[in-house]
Nanobody
Framework: QGQLAESGGGLVQPGGSLRLSCKAS????????MSWYRQAPGKQRELVAS???????NYADFVKGRFAISRDIRKNMVYLQMNSLKPEDTAVYYC?????????WGQGTLVTVSS
């Protein structure tokens, strides 16, 4: 099997930045198509950004121009650089990939944007 482990969340003021990290292990390689999702309290989980194995990135409209997804294959890591954070970005952020027919999710990392 494989696992994903997110880190890097925390409390940040509006307008600030954070970089989330996702460590892949086991049978999962960061070269797989990788995605970041988020879930705010009382809301459904939503796709934030994805990065295909071919290197194409896609972003939700609400983060375009502010967030950037990237990977480091040597370290087997995927990152989400978040800039110009807004209070509405507050959520638990999850890393996700597919292993065969199965979705694999990390445990999530909490990002709180507040003054």
């Amino acid at each position: 099997q494989g696992q994903l482990a997110e880190s890097g969340g925390g409390l940040v003021q509006p307008g600030g930045s954070l970089r989330l990290s996702c460590k892949a292990s086991g049978r999962i390689s960061s070269i797989f198509t990788m995605s970041w999702y988020r879930q705010a309290p009382g809301k459904q989980r939503e796709l934030v950004a994805s990065l295909t194995s071919g290197g194409t990135s896609n972003y939700a409209d609400f983060v375009k121009g502010r967030f950037a997804i990237s990977r480091d294959i040597r370290k087997n890591m995927v990152y989400l650089q978040m800039n110009s954070l807004k209070p509405e970005d507050t959520a638990v952020y999850y890393c996700k990939t597919n292993l065969g027919v199965n979705d694999v999710w990390g445990q999530g990392t909490l990002v709180t944007v507040s003054s």
